[in-house]
Protein backbone atom coordinates (compact mmCIF):
# COMPACT_ATOMS: atom_id res chain seq x y z
CA UNK A 1 0.00 0.00 0.00
CA UNK A 2 2.94 2.53 0.82
CA UNK A 3 4.80 1.82 -2.92
CA UNK A 4 1.29 2.85 -4.17
CA UNK A 5 0.69 6.18 -2.05
CA UNK A 6 4.47 7.45 -2.53
CA UNK A 7 3.50 6.83 -6.32
CA UNK A 8 0.33 8.84 -6.45
CA UNK A 9 2.24 11.54 -4.70
CA UNK A 10 4.65 11.84 -7.16
CA UNK A 11 2.42 11.73 -9.79
CA UNK A 12 -0.21 14.64 -8.51
CA UNK A 13 2.68 16.94 -8.12
CA UNK A 14 3.84 16.81 -12.09
CA UNK A 15 0.23 18.35 -12.44
CA UNK A 16 1.21 21.70 -11.38
CA UNK A 17 2.34 24.08 -13.43
CA UNK A 18 5.13 26.84 -12.52
CA UNK A 19 2.30 29.48 -11.79
CA UNK A 20 1.08 27.18 -8.41
CA UNK A 21 -2.36 25.90 -10.17
CA UNK A 22 -3.48 22.29 -11.33
CA UNK A 23 -3.26 21.46 -14.86
CA UNK A 24 -6.87 19.72 -13.81
CA UNK A 25 -8.31 23.77 -12.45
CA UNK A 26 -7.50 22.61 -8.72
CA UNK A 27 -6.02 25.11 -6.44
CA UNK A 28 -2.79 23.54 -4.74
CA UNK A 29 -1.97 23.22 -0.89
CA UNK A 30 -2.25 26.72 1.27
CA UNK A 31 1.41 25.53 2.08
CA UNK A 32 2.15 26.00 -1.85
CA UNK A 33 0.47 29.22 -1.88
CA UNK A 34 2.32 31.02 0.97
CA UNK A 35 5.62 29.74 -0.36
CA UNK A 36 5.14 31.35 -3.99
CA UNK A 37 3.83 34.79 -2.29
CA UNK A 38 6.59 34.69 0.32
CA UNK A 39 9.37 33.89 -2.10
CA UNK A 40 10.22 36.26 -5.04
CA UNK A 41 13.07 34.77 -6.32
CA UNK A 42 13.83 35.56 -10.23
CA UNK A 43 11.94 33.11 -12.58
CA UNK A 44 13.66 30.55 -13.96
CA UNK A 45 12.73 29.06 -17.39
CA UNK A 46 10.44 26.88 -17.47
CA UNK A 47 11.44 23.22 -17.87
CA UNK A 48 9.74 20.33 -18.86
CA UNK A 49 7.90 17.92 -16.63
CA UNK A 50 9.24 14.53 -15.68
CA UNK A 51 7.26 12.13 -17.82
CA UNK A 52 4.84 9.89 -15.66
CA UNK A 53 3.94 5.90 -15.37
CA UNK A 54 1.30 5.72 -18.02
CA UNK A 55 -0.65 2.80 -19.28
CA UNK A 56 -1.68 2.33 -22.41
CA UNK A 57 -4.90 0.67 -24.41
CA UNK A 58 -6.75 1.05 -27.12
CA UNK A 59 -8.16 4.23 -25.72
CA UNK A 60 -5.68 6.52 -24.91
CA UNK A 61 -2.93 7.11 -21.96
CA UNK A 62 -4.30 6.03 -19.09
CA UNK A 63 -2.74 7.81 -15.51
CA UNK A 64 -2.88 6.35 -12.46
CA UNK A 65 -4.77 8.84 -9.57
CA UNK A 66 -5.84 8.29 -5.85
CA UNK A 67 -8.81 10.15 -5.43
CA UNK A 68 -10.73 9.17 -2.25
CA UNK A 69 -8.42 6.40 -0.73
CA UNK A 70 -9.27 4.46 -4.44
CA UNK A 71 -6.85 4.34 -7.36
CA UNK A 72 -8.01 5.27 -10.22
CA UNK A 73 -7.07 5.35 -14.17
CA UNK A 74 -7.82 9.11 -15.96
CA UNK A 75 -7.99 8.90 -19.84
CA UNK A 76 -5.54 11.86 -20.51
CA UNK A 77 -7.19 11.32 -24.56
CA UNK A 78 -10.58 13.01 -22.89
CA UNK A 79 -9.23 16.17 -20.87
CA UNK A 80 -9.68 19.48 -22.92
CA UNK A 81 -6.14 21.04 -23.88
CA UNK A 82 -4.69 23.75 -21.67
CA UNK A 83 -2.64 26.33 -23.33
CA UNK A 84 0.78 26.73 -21.42
CA UNK A 85 2.49 29.99 -20.97
CA UNK A 86 5.93 29.63 -21.99
CA UNK A 87 6.94 32.78 -19.26
CA UNK A 88 4.82 33.34 -16.38
CA UNK A 89 5.01 37.02 -15.04
CA UNK A 90 7.05 37.31 -11.99
CA UNK A 91 5.05 38.08 -8.76
CA UNK A 92 7.42 41.37 -8.74
CA UNK A 93 8.96 44.24 -10.53
CA UNK A 94 12.28 44.73 -11.05
CA UNK A 95 14.06 48.35 -11.61
CA UNK A 96 14.40 48.06 -15.12
CA UNK A 97 10.54 47.04 -15.98
CA UNK A 98 10.00 50.18 -13.67
CA UNK A 99 12.24 52.54 -15.94
CA UNK A 100 10.60 51.01 -18.77
CA UNK A 101 7.32 51.42 -17.92
CA UNK A 102 7.73 55.19 -16.34
CA UNK A 103 8.55 55.84 -20.00
CA UNK A 104 5.05 55.43 -21.02
CA UNK A 105 3.85 58.21 -18.58
CA UNK A 106 6.01 61.04 -20.75
CA UNK A 107 6.94 62.46 -24.07
CA UNK A 108 10.40 62.03 -25.35
CA UNK A 109 11.89 64.50 -28.04
CA UNK A 110 15.13 63.69 -28.18
CA UNK A 111 17.04 63.62 -24.65
CA UNK A 112 14.13 65.38 -23.37
CA UNK A 113 11.40 64.14 -20.90
CA UNK A 114 8.28 65.99 -21.03
CA UNK A 115 5.55 65.26 -18.53
CA UNK A 116 2.22 67.13 -18.68
CA UNK A 117 0.19 67.75 -15.39
CA UNK A 118 -3.01 69.90 -14.44
CA UNK A 119 -5.60 70.31 -12.44
CA UNK A 120 -9.49 70.86 -12.57
CA UNK A 121 -10.66 72.97 -10.03
CA UNK A 122 -14.23 73.98 -9.63
CA UNK A 123 -15.40 76.33 -6.64
CA UNK A 124 -19.07 77.59 -5.27
CA UNK A 125 -18.62 80.55 -2.48
CA UNK A 126 -21.67 82.20 -0.89
CA UNK A 127 -20.89 85.68 0.51
CA UNK A 128 -23.20 87.41 2.55
CA UNK A 129 -21.97 90.77 1.65
CA UNK A 130 -20.47 91.81 -1.53
CA UNK A 131 -16.40 90.68 -1.89
CA UNK A 132 -13.89 91.67 -4.42
CA UNK A 133 -13.68 89.88 -6.76
CA UNK A 134 -16.38 87.23 -6.15
CA UNK A 135 -15.01 84.04 -7.46
CA UNK A 136 -12.63 84.51 -5.22
CA UNK A 137 -11.93 87.40 -2.64
CA UNK A 138 -9.61 90.12 -1.88
CA UNK A 139 -11.09 91.98 0.78
CA UNK A 140 -15.17 92.56 1.40
CA UNK A 141 -16.68 96.13 0.05
CA UNK A 142 -17.92 98.86 2.33
CA UNK A 143 -21.67 98.60 2.41
CA UNK A 144 -21.74 101.97 1.50
CA UNK A 145 -21.10 100.79 -2.22
CA UNK A 146 -22.93 97.42 -2.08
CA UNK A 147 -25.55 97.70 0.93
CA UNK A 148 -26.26 93.98 2.54
CA UNK A 149 -25.66 92.60 -1.10
CA UNK A 150 -24.63 89.15 -0.99
CA UNK A 151 -23.08 87.19 -3.73
CA UNK A 152 -23.12 83.83 -5.17
CA UNK A 153 -20.53 82.26 -7.51
CA UNK A 154 -19.90 78.98 -9.46
CA UNK A 155 -15.88 79.12 -10.86
CA UNK A 156 -13.94 77.02 -12.90
CA UNK A 157 -11.40 79.47 -13.59
CA UNK A 158 -8.47 78.32 -11.42
CA UNK A 159 -8.79 75.02 -13.85
CA UNK A 160 -4.29 74.62 -14.49
CA UNK A 161 -2.55 72.85 -16.99
CA UNK A 162 1.34 72.61 -17.48
CA UNK A 163 4.31 70.83 -18.25
CA UNK A 164 7.61 69.58 -16.49
CA UNK A 165 10.29 68.96 -18.31
CA UNK A 166 13.73 67.49 -17.66
CA UNK A 167 16.89 67.23 -19.79
CA UNK A 168 20.47 65.46 -19.47
CA UNK A 169 23.07 66.85 -16.86
CA UNK A 170 25.33 69.53 -17.93
CA UNK A 171 29.20 68.98 -18.14
CA UNK A 172 28.94 72.84 -18.21
CA UNK A 173 26.93 73.47 -14.66
CA UNK A 174 29.47 70.50 -13.30
CA UNK A 175 26.60 67.80 -14.29
CA UNK A 176 23.62 69.26 -12.62
CA UNK A 177 20.50 68.19 -13.66
CA UNK A 178 18.43 70.81 -15.90
CA UNK A 179 14.83 70.86 -15.92
CA UNK A 180 11.94 73.41 -16.05
CA UNK A 181 8.15 73.99 -16.15
CA UNK A 182 5.65 75.85 -17.86
CA UNK A 183 2.10 76.49 -16.21
CA UNK A 184 -1.06 78.53 -17.09
CA UNK A 185 -4.27 78.75 -15.46
CA UNK A 186 -7.52 80.84 -16.26
CA UNK A 187 -7.79 83.18 -14.36
CA UNK A 188 -6.57 86.07 -17.10
CA UNK A 189 -8.39 89.45 -17.77
CA UNK A 190 -11.81 88.76 -18.83
CA UNK A 191 -14.99 90.77 -20.09
CA UNK A 192 -17.60 87.97 -19.11
CA UNK A 193 -16.40 84.88 -16.47
CA UNK A 194 -17.43 82.42 -18.44
CA UNK A 195 -14.85 83.50 -21.64
CA UNK A 196 -11.65 83.55 -19.03
CA UNK A 197 -7.81 84.58 -20.51
CA UNK A 198 -5.26 82.50 -19.75
CA UNK A 199 -2.78 83.75 -16.82
CA UNK A 200 1.21 82.56 -16.68
CA UNK A 201 2.15 81.46 -13.43
CA UNK A 202 5.53 79.39 -13.92
CA UNK A 203 7.61 79.78 -17.06
CA UNK A 204 11.52 79.09 -15.74
CA UNK A 205 14.63 76.82 -16.19
CA UNK A 206 17.22 75.30 -13.99
CA UNK A 207 19.89 73.57 -12.83
CA UNK A 208 20.27 72.26 -9.34
CA UNK A 209 22.23 69.64 -7.70
CA UNK A 210 22.97 68.71 -3.39
CA UNK A 211 25.06 72.06 -3.01
CA UNK A 212 23.00 74.80 -5.09
CA UNK A 213 20.67 76.24 -7.57
CA UNK A 214 20.63 78.17 -10.78
CA UNK A 215 16.98 79.73 -12.10
CA UNK A 216 16.48 81.81 -14.80
CA UNK A 217 12.12 82.51 -15.75
CA UNK A 218 8.96 83.66 -14.09
CA UNK A 219 8.19 81.80 -10.72
CA UNK A 220 7.29 82.44 -7.36
CA UNK A 221 9.39 85.33 -5.00
CA UNK A 222 11.98 84.27 -2.97
CA UNK A 223 10.58 85.88 0.10
CA UNK A 224 7.54 84.34 2.31
CA UNK A 225 7.62 81.14 0.07
CA UNK A 226 4.34 79.54 2.25
CA UNK A 227 0.74 80.12 1.12
CA UNK A 228 -2.17 80.65 3.56
CA UNK A 229 -3.19 76.80 3.28
CA UNK A 230 -6.85 77.80 2.24
CA UNK A 231 -9.41 77.27 -0.74
CA UNK A 232 -9.17 80.75 -1.83
CA UNK A 233 -7.57 80.86 -4.75
CA UNK A 234 -5.20 84.07 -4.02
CA UNK A 235 -4.43 81.93 -0.79
CA UNK A 236 -4.20 84.51 1.09
CA UNK A 237 -2.97 88.01 -1.19
CA UNK A 238 -4.12 91.17 -0.16
CA UNK A 239 -4.77 90.03 3.82
CA UNK A 240 -1.07 88.83 5.07
CA UNK A 241 0.73 86.91 2.81
CA UNK A 242 3.07 89.15 0.89
CA UNK A 243 4.44 87.82 -2.44
CA UNK A 244 3.96 86.91 -5.83
CA UNK A 245 5.00 85.55 -9.02
CA UNK A 246 7.55 87.49 -11.42
CA UNK A 247 10.88 86.95 -14.09
CA UNK A 248 13.85 86.81 -11.94
CA UNK A 249 17.32 85.50 -12.06
CA UNK A 250 17.95 83.18 -8.88
CA UNK A 251 20.72 81.35 -7.56
CA UNK A 252 20.47 79.20 -4.04
CA UNK A 253 23.39 77.92 -2.15
CA UNK A 254 22.84 74.94 0.20
CA UNK A 255 25.15 74.75 3.43
CA UNK A 256 24.47 70.59 5.05
CA UNK A 257 26.18 71.58 8.32
CA UNK A 258 24.93 68.60 9.96
CA UNK A 259 22.83 65.56 9.17
CA UNK A 260 19.99 67.23 10.97
CA UNK A 261 20.73 70.94 10.15
CA UNK A 262 21.80 73.05 7.12
CA UNK A 263 21.64 77.13 6.39
CA UNK A 264 20.45 78.14 2.74
CA UNK A 265 20.95 81.37 1.13
CA UNK A 266 19.08 82.75 -1.61
CA UNK A 267 19.25 85.51 -3.73
CA UNK A 268 17.64 87.15 -6.89
CA UNK A 269 17.40 89.88 -9.39
CA UNK A 270 13.82 90.33 -10.26
CA UNK A 271 11.79 91.86 -12.71
CA UNK A 272 10.21 95.78 -11.29
CA UNK A 273 6.72 95.30 -11.42
CA UNK A 274 4.59 98.25 -11.19
CA UNK A 275 0.54 98.04 -9.91
CA UNK A 276 -0.23 100.96 -8.71
CA UNK A 277 -2.13 103.55 -11.03
CA UNK A 278 -1.84 100.58 -14.42
CA UNK A 279 -5.35 101.69 -15.09
CA UNK A 280 -5.47 105.74 -15.31
CA UNK A 281 -5.01 107.61 -18.18
CA UNK A 282 -1.40 108.49 -19.38
CA UNK A 283 -2.96 112.22 -19.48
CA UNK A 284 -3.71 111.86 -15.59
CA UNK A 285 -0.55 109.13 -13.94
CA UNK A 286 1.83 107.46 -15.56
CA UNK A 287 4.35 104.81 -13.62
CA UNK A 288 7.30 103.33 -14.45
CA UNK A 289 9.65 100.59 -13.73
CA UNK A 290 12.59 102.42 -11.70
CA UNK A 291 16.16 102.96 -12.82
CA UNK A 292 17.03 99.21 -10.92
CA UNK A 293 15.69 95.84 -10.53
CA UNK A 294 14.30 94.81 -7.91
CA UNK A 295 16.69 92.76 -5.40
CA UNK A 296 15.21 89.83 -3.20
CA UNK A 297 17.39 87.52 -0.81
CA UNK A 298 16.55 85.11 2.47
CA UNK A 299 18.43 82.97 4.74
CA UNK A 300 16.89 79.70 5.95
CA UNK A 301 17.80 77.69 8.63
CA UNK A 302 16.33 73.76 8.03
CA UNK A 303 16.29 71.35 11.43
CA UNK A 304 15.55 68.05 11.03
CA UNK A 305 16.61 64.53 10.00
CA UNK A 306 16.56 65.17 5.78
CA UNK A 307 17.50 61.74 4.65
CA UNK A 308 14.94 60.29 6.12
CA UNK A 309 11.51 59.32 4.19
CA UNK A 310 8.17 61.15 5.89
CA UNK A 311 10.36 63.31 8.05
CA UNK A 312 8.84 66.65 9.01
CA UNK A 313 11.42 69.86 8.71
CA UNK A 314 11.39 72.82 10.91
CA UNK A 315 12.18 75.50 8.66
CA UNK A 316 12.84 79.24 9.83
CA UNK A 317 13.64 81.95 6.87
CA UNK A 318 14.53 85.60 7.40
CA UNK A 319 14.42 87.58 4.45
CA UNK A 320 13.35 91.29 2.47
CA UNK A 321 13.34 92.89 -0.67
CA UNK A 322 14.31 96.49 -2.27
CA UNK A 323 13.58 98.43 -5.46
CA UNK A 324 12.67 101.69 -6.54
CA UNK A 325 9.25 102.81 -8.94
CA UNK A 326 8.84 106.25 -11.07
CA UNK A 327 5.61 108.36 -11.35
CA UNK A 328 4.39 111.16 -12.99
CA UNK A 329 1.56 112.69 -11.49
CA UNK A 330 0.17 115.50 -14.03
CA UNK A 331 -2.85 116.33 -11.95
CA UNK A 332 -3.03 118.52 -8.83
CA UNK A 333 -0.80 118.87 -7.12
CA UNK A 334 1.51 118.00 -10.08
CA UNK A 335 4.33 116.12 -9.54
CA UNK A 336 6.84 114.79 -12.09
CA UNK A 337 9.67 112.04 -11.74
CA UNK A 338 8.72 110.99 -8.64
CA UNK A 339 10.87 108.05 -7.15
CA UNK A 340 9.33 105.74 -4.63
CA UNK A 341 11.15 102.82 -2.65
CA UNK A 342 9.77 99.58 -2.18
CA UNK A 343 11.15 97.58 0.49
CA UNK A 344 10.47 94.71 3.03
CA UNK A 345 11.32 92.59 5.64
CA UNK A 346 10.11 89.35 5.57
CA UNK A 347 9.72 86.13 8.26
CA UNK A 348 8.33 82.82 7.98
CA UNK A 349 8.53 79.49 10.09
CA UNK A 350 7.21 76.28 9.84
CA UNK A 351 6.93 73.76 13.07
CA UNK A 352 6.03 69.93 12.72
CA UNK A 353 5.16 69.82 16.43
CA UNK A 354 4.00 66.15 15.58
CA UNK A 355 3.85 64.18 12.68
CA UNK A 356 0.34 65.46 12.52
CA UNK A 357 -0.22 68.76 14.24
CA UNK A 358 2.07 71.92 13.72
CA UNK A 359 1.73 75.44 13.01
CA UNK A 360 3.27 77.57 10.23
CA UNK A 361 3.11 81.16 9.33
CA UNK A 362 4.51 84.61 7.65
CA UNK A 363 5.43 88.07 8.97
CA UNK A 364 5.85 91.10 6.95
CA UNK A 365 6.52 95.05 7.22
CA UNK A 366 7.77 97.45 4.36
CA UNK A 367 6.71 100.20 2.50
CA UNK A 368 4.96 100.32 -1.14
CA UNK A 369 4.05 96.79 -1.24
CA UNK A 370 1.18 96.80 -3.55
CA UNK A 371 3.67 94.95 -6.54
CA UNK A 372 3.95 92.76 -3.68
CA UNK A 373 0.03 92.12 -2.92
CA UNK A 374 0.45 94.24 0.50
CA UNK A 375 -0.55 96.89 2.10
CA UNK A 376 -4.05 95.58 0.58
CA UNK A 377 -2.71 96.02 -2.73
CA UNK A 378 -2.16 99.51 -2.30
CA UNK A 379 1.26 101.18 -2.37
CA UNK A 380 1.64 105.20 -3.11
CA UNK A 381 -1.07 107.69 -2.32
CA UNK A 382 -2.68 109.12 -4.94
CA UNK A 383 -2.50 112.45 -3.04
CA UNK A 384 0.63 112.59 -0.83
CA UNK A 385 2.68 111.03 -3.25
CA UNK A 386 4.36 109.07 -0.76
CA UNK A 387 4.95 105.28 -0.17
CA UNK A 388 2.57 103.50 2.06
CA UNK A 389 4.15 101.72 4.84
CA UNK A 390 2.15 98.41 5.81
CA UNK A 391 2.11 95.24 8.21
CA UNK A 392 0.76 92.33 8.36
CA UNK A 393 1.24 88.79 8.55
CA UNK A 394 -0.50 85.27 8.84
CA UNK A 395 -0.91 82.10 11.16
CA UNK A 396 -2.07 78.55 10.96
CA UNK A 397 -2.63 75.53 12.66
CA UNK A 398 -2.80 72.24 10.66
CA UNK A 399 -3.74 68.80 12.00
CA UNK A 400 -3.54 65.84 9.80
CA UNK A 401 -6.34 63.58 11.43
CA UNK A 402 -5.81 60.91 8.84
CA UNK A 403 -3.18 60.58 6.60
CA UNK A 404 -6.38 61.90 3.90
CA UNK A 405 -8.43 63.97 6.21
CA UNK A 406 -6.87 67.17 7.12
CA UNK A 407 -8.04 70.81 8.76
CA UNK A 408 -6.16 74.30 8.89
CA UNK A 409 -7.31 76.96 11.24
CA UNK A 410 -5.68 80.65 11.39
CA UNK A 411 -6.09 84.10 11.34
CA UNK A 412 -4.39 86.92 8.92
CA UNK A 413 -4.38 90.64 8.46
CA UNK A 414 -2.77 93.04 6.61
CA UNK A 415 -2.85 96.50 8.21
CA UNK A 416 -1.31 99.87 6.40
CA UNK A 417 -0.45 102.62 8.32
CA UNK A 418 -2.97 105.09 8.40
CA UNK A 419 -1.59 108.25 8.37
CA UNK A 420 0.03 107.52 4.76
CA UNK A 421 -3.09 107.54 3.49
CA UNK A 422 -5.61 109.91 2.39
CA UNK A 423 -8.14 106.95 1.46
CA UNK A 424 -8.86 103.45 0.21
CA UNK A 425 -8.43 100.78 2.40
CA UNK A 426 -7.14 100.80 6.37
CA UNK A 427 -7.01 97.06 7.60
CA UNK A 428 -8.30 93.91 6.01
CA UNK A 429 -8.01 90.88 8.31
CA UNK A 430 -9.31 87.31 7.65
CA UNK A 431 -10.42 84.06 10.07
CA UNK A 432 -10.25 81.11 7.78
CA UNK A 433 -11.11 77.35 9.22
CA UNK A 434 -11.31 74.83 6.13
CA UNK A 435 -11.57 70.51 6.13
CA UNK A 436 -9.90 68.73 3.48
CA UNK A 437 -10.19 65.21 2.39
CA UNK A 438 -8.32 63.47 -0.48
CA UNK A 439 -11.17 60.64 -2.08
CA UNK A 440 -7.44 59.59 -3.55
CA UNK A 441 -4.06 60.70 -4.68
CA UNK A 442 -6.32 62.68 -8.03
CA UNK A 443 -9.44 63.60 -6.17
CA UNK A 444 -9.89 65.86 -3.24
CA UNK A 445 -12.65 68.01 -1.78
CA UNK A 446 -12.21 70.48 0.74
CA UNK A 447 -15.43 73.23 2.62
CA UNK A 448 -14.28 76.05 4.46
CA UNK A 449 -15.90 78.75 5.74
CA UNK A 450 -13.96 82.84 6.32
CA UNK A 451 -15.07 85.50 8.58
CA UNK A 452 -13.79 88.61 7.03
CA UNK A 453 -13.92 92.15 8.04
CA UNK A 454 -12.00 95.22 5.63
CA UNK A 455 -12.09 98.44 7.20
CA UNK A 456 -11.92 102.00 5.13
CA UNK A 457 -10.71 105.21 5.50
CA UNK A 458 -13.53 107.80 4.54
CA UNK A 459 -16.49 104.21 4.29
CA UNK A 460 -18.26 102.15 6.63
CA UNK A 461 -16.37 98.65 7.51
CA UNK A 462 -16.99 95.77 5.35
CA UNK A 463 -17.94 92.73 7.20
CA UNK A 464 -18.77 89.16 5.93
CA UNK A 465 -18.79 85.53 6.10
CA UNK A 466 -17.34 83.38 3.05
CA UNK A 467 -18.89 79.80 2.74
CA UNK A 468 -16.59 77.85 -0.05
CA UNK A 469 -17.10 74.22 -1.32
CA UNK A 470 -14.09 73.10 -3.54
CA UNK A 471 -13.23 69.85 -5.62
CA UNK A 472 -10.02 69.36 -7.43
CA UNK A 473 -9.13 66.54 -9.70
CA UNK A 474 -5.42 66.56 -10.32
CA UNK A 475 -3.64 64.57 -12.99
Known sequence: MLPIIALSTVLVSQFWDDSGESLFGIHPPAAVECQQSSSPSPVLPPTAPAPPVAQDDAEGSL??????????????????????????????VTRQELQAEAKTWAWRKGDLTIVPYGMIWGSMSYDSQRAKIGDYALWFESPDVHYHDPDFNVDAKSSRVGI?????????????????????????????????????????????????????????DIISPLGIPTLNYTAGSAVGNLGYRRAQFRAERFLPVTDIFMVTLQGSINGNVVTDFVTDSAS????????????????????????????KLAVLGIGGHYGIQSFDFRTAPIDLGVDVPSYSFAADFLVPVTRRFGVQGEFFTGCNLSNYMGGILQGV???THKGIHSTGGWIDIYVD???NLHTNSGFSIDDPLNHDMTSGRACN???FNNVIWDANKHLQFGAEVDVWQTRYITLSPGKGVRLEFATRYKF
Open 63 to 92: FPLTIDGDLQFINTDELPDVPVDPQPPPDY
Open 164 to 220: DFTGPPSSFLCGAKVDGKVEVDFQGQFVTRNKPGLLLRHAYVEAVNDRWRLLVGQTW
Open 284 to 311: STSADPGPYPDVQYRTAFTIGRRYCPGT
Open 381 to 383: DRV
Open 401 to 403: WLP
Open 429 to 431: QML
